[in-house]
C-alpha cells in the first residue's frame, strides 16, 4: 500500500440536481481528459451512498502535486445556477462524507484531511474542509 499522508476533499462541479455517478465521472475522465481510469479513489452521490472510483493502491488523479501520497474523495454537486450558493449537498451527503472519512483516518491515522482548495486556487469543494472537520 501507498504511505497515504492526505485525504483531499472535492465536488464534482455539478448541478444539485445531477445525480452523477462513479461510472459517469470515470466515463468523463477516460474519453474526454484521456486518463486511465477515473481520477477520484470514492465519490459521495446525491443520496450519500459511497461508491468506489480508482483502487486506492493507485495514485489518483485530482489534486496536482498531490496525487502520490493522497486519497480522493468526491462528493456529487458543488455547481450554482444564478445566485444560488454552489455547496448545495445533501443532509446525506454531510452524513456520509462525516462518517466515510471517519473510517479513512481510522484507517490512516498519519493522513490530515484538506480540501482541494487548500491545495490550489481552485475553489473545489467550495467549502472549508479543515474548519469543517475541526468542528467535528
Ligand atoms: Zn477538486
Redo the contacts with the bound molecule.
Keep these: 500500500m501507498r504511505n497515504i499522508n492526505e485525504i483531499i476533499i ?2 464534482t462541479d455539478t448541478y444539485e440536481d445531477m445525480d452523477v455517478d462513479i461510472e459517469l465521472i470515470r466515463k468523463w475522465h477516460v474519453e474526454e481528459r484521456g486518463w486511465s481510469d477515473v481520477g477520484y479513489h470514492y465519490l459521495i452521490k446525491r443520496d450519500g451512498s459511497v461508491e468506489t472510483g480508482r483502487d486506492i493502491d493507485r495514485p489518483g488523479a ?2 496536482v502535486g498531490h496525487n502520490a501520497h493522497s486519497i480522493g474523495v ?1 462528493v456529487a454537486g458543488g455547481k450554482a445556477r444564478g445566485d444560488e450558493s454552489p455547496t448545495n449537498f445533501t443532509q446525506a451527503q454531510w452524513d456520509s462524507l462525516e462518517d466515510f472519512v471517519v473510517s479513512l483516518v481510522a484507517q490512516f491515522p498519519a493522513a490530515n484531511v484538506i480540501g ?1 482548495n487548500d491545495v490550489s486556487s ?1 475553489d ?2 467550495t467549502f472549508d474542509v479543515k474548519q469543517w472537520w475541526g468542528e467535528l
Excluded: I, S
Design positions: 472535492h465536488c485530482h489534486a468526491a482541494h481552485k473545489c469543494p
